[in-house]
């Protein structure tokens, strides 16, 4: 294993291509919560990088768009007014305020503004103080998100369900229904996937499971902290990607519960998929993978890839905090033209990631898959289908190695 650079802190002046606290905070963690209008209390640029990397959210996003008079005399009834707005537009169920670092550093009180607005209107309205410069990189941006969110929850008091869980750390819509579907099977109800399908209304009800389920430590694990302490609920980490994490996942469940029918579950599902999954593995067996995405894709796929007869060569990461236990490249902070450089020198039969990349591997015409599954979800058997077929499809497709005789898309 060649590790470069993991885990190091962003220094001032670094080219980092990290997300910033705003983007941790709105875009991963609240940008899923259904109809809430988000506002950015910031000049329009904050704004700019809104949903594409979220393509599923539908929500609204606005930007107080601040301007020099305003950061010279502040912003705050200017902020107000466009609270009021948005909520006389939208009918929405909560509105959440956004700090930027302009905003910050002037001194906005978006506290004191939600809290007025609240009051004024009865509708919940919650400020993040989560200006860019606040964390090293979007992951305290998440812990904001946590923070800021936790008031739901202790509004009102705690009824306990029996049999329910929370799934918390999932932002796929696609998988948490998948998901929801297969808990189903084994007995469990859930209450909240938060946020993939959270509302206000499912958010202040996860007090009540018996049991959080953590599926992304990196941007969730401190609200299932803050719900241990305050209301004693466990919590256990999980992943429900490939086969084998899927059956570990379904029985260290079962230990939580009475009663549920995971081996049945199990053994039913397992009967179907392997064969399904054989027919990928001529196309899939001894490819080359590069994994480039969140800490919790990167490190919970290698073993899924394995299962179809992959090899993971390398994992890039942007803020990744643990190293894997694997036989390749690590490396984390990185720009677009180390990455270039990388898989030139590596040159992987595939490349998974997010939209953010995909132009660069498509120049190098390299298979490029995006990850995050906007249509379909990889979660669960189901979804482990899905996973075998989609990649399976990519490195299929003629498309590459035209592309490759005729050197490369961006001739
Ligand atoms: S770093 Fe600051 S100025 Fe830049 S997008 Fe984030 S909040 Fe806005």
Redesign the pocket.
């Known amino acids: 294993m060649v590790s470069l650079e993991s885990c190091f802190e962003t220094k001032a002046g670094d080219f980092t291509e990290r ?5 941790g905070c709105r875009v991963v963690v609240c940008g899923q919560v259904k109809n809430v209008v988000h506002l ?1 209390h ?2 329009i ?2 704004a ?2 809104s949903w594409d990397y979220r393509m599923d959210t539908k929500g609204y996003c606005f930007t107080t768009d601040m301007n020099e008079i305003d950061i010279v005399f502040g912003g705050e009834n200017k902020l107000l007014k466009a609270v009021l707005l948005a909520i006389e537009e939208f009918s929405p169920d909560a509105v959440f305020i ?5 905003t910050s550093i002037i001194g906005d009180d978006i506290q004191a503004v939600a809290k007025k607005a609240s009051d004024l209107t009865g509708i919940p309205v919650i400020a993040f103080n ?4 606040r964390g090293k990189s979007q992951n305290f941006g998440h812990r904001i998100a946590n923070l800021g969110l936790f008031n739901i929850i202790l509004d009102g008091e705690r009824k306990e369900m029996v049999n329910t869980v929370n799934l918390i750390g999932d932002f796929n819509k696609k998988d948490s229904e998948i998901l929801e579907r297969l808990f189903g099977e084994i007995g469990i109800k859930v209450i909240c996937t938060f946020t993939a399908n959270a509302t206000i209304d499912k958010i202040r009800d996860m007090k009540n499971a018996e049991l959080n389920i953590v599926m992304c430590s990196k941007s969730s694990i401190f609200l299932a902290e803050l719900m241990e302490e305050k209301y004693g609920i466990p919590y256990v980490e999980l992943n429900f990607f490939g086969l084998d994490n899927c059956c570990k996942s379904l029985y260290k469940i079962s230990e939580y519960f009475n009663n549920l029918n995971v081996e049945e579950v199990i053994h039913e599902n397992m009967s179907w998929i392997k064969m399904k999954i054989d027919k990928y593995k001529n196309i899939l067996e001894d490819k080359r993978v590069f994994i480039c995405h969140g800490a919790q894709r990167a490190i919970y796929w290698i073993k899924p890839f394995e299962e179809l007869g992959m090899k993971v060569v390398g994992i890039a990461t942007h803020f990744g905090g643990e190293i894997p236990n694997f036989d390749g490249l690590v490396v984390d902070n990185l720009s677009s033209d180390e990455l270039e450089k990388i898989l030139e020198k590596v040159r992987p039969d595939i490349v998974v990631s997010d939209d953010k990349i995909r132009h660069l591997v498509h120049k190098m015409s390299i298979p490029f898959f995006n990850g995050r599954g906007q249509n379909r979800g990889y979660s669960g058997f189901e979804g482990f289908l899905n996973f075998a077929k989609d990649v399976g499809e990519t490195l299929n497709a003629k498309l590459w190695y035209l592309a490759r005789d005729f050197g490369g898309f961006n001739v």
Do not use: M
């Open positions: 997300g910033c606290s705003l983007l950015v910031s000049p640029g904050c700019y990088y956004y700090e930027t670092c302009s989560c200006a860019g410069f």
